[in-house]
Nanobody, 120 residues
Framework: QVQLVESGGGLVQAGGSLRLSCAAS????????MGWYRQAPGKQRELVAT????????SYADPVKGRFTISRDNAKNTMYLQMNSLKPEDTAVYYC?????????????WGQGTQVTVSS
């Protein structure tokens, strides 16, 4: 079992920055992919960014490309999302996700989310 806890959300002015953290604990296997999702009011949850544990190139959704940076510190079992040049459209609950592979089977874990509000 894996537990994920997000932190770092809050209220920020447009153009500002926030750094989200996702701390993982429990039975973490070496083969896993972690990512950030977000869900704005009245919208479906959408992918923001993903990164594997092996140092592969990160991927980003088009709306955040060039503004957000995903990173991982495997020694600390923590994933980060550096968000710069924030826009009101970035307002959402941001969720941390891990997909781990154990004996060829995928296991999916989600955090509870952290609110990010960007004021204009």
């Amino acid at each position: 079992q894996v537990q994920l806890v997000e932190s770092g959300g809050g209220l920020v002015q447009a153009g500002g920055s926030l750094r989200l953290s996702c701390a993982a604990s429990g039975s973490i296997v070496s083969s896993n992919i972690m990512g950030w999702y977000r869900q704005a009011p009245g919208k479906q949850r959408e992918l923001v960014a993903t990164m594997s544990n092996g140092g592969g190139n990160p991927s980003y959704a088009d709306p955040v490309k060039g503004r957000f940076t995903i990173s991982r510190d495997n020694a600390k079992n923590t994933m980060y999302l550096q968000m710069n040049s924030l826009k009101p459209e970035d307002t959402a609950v941001y969720y941390c996700k891990m997909v781990s592979y154990y004996s060829w089977r995928p296991y999916e874990y989600w955090g509870q989310g952290t609110q990010v509000t960007v004021s204009s």
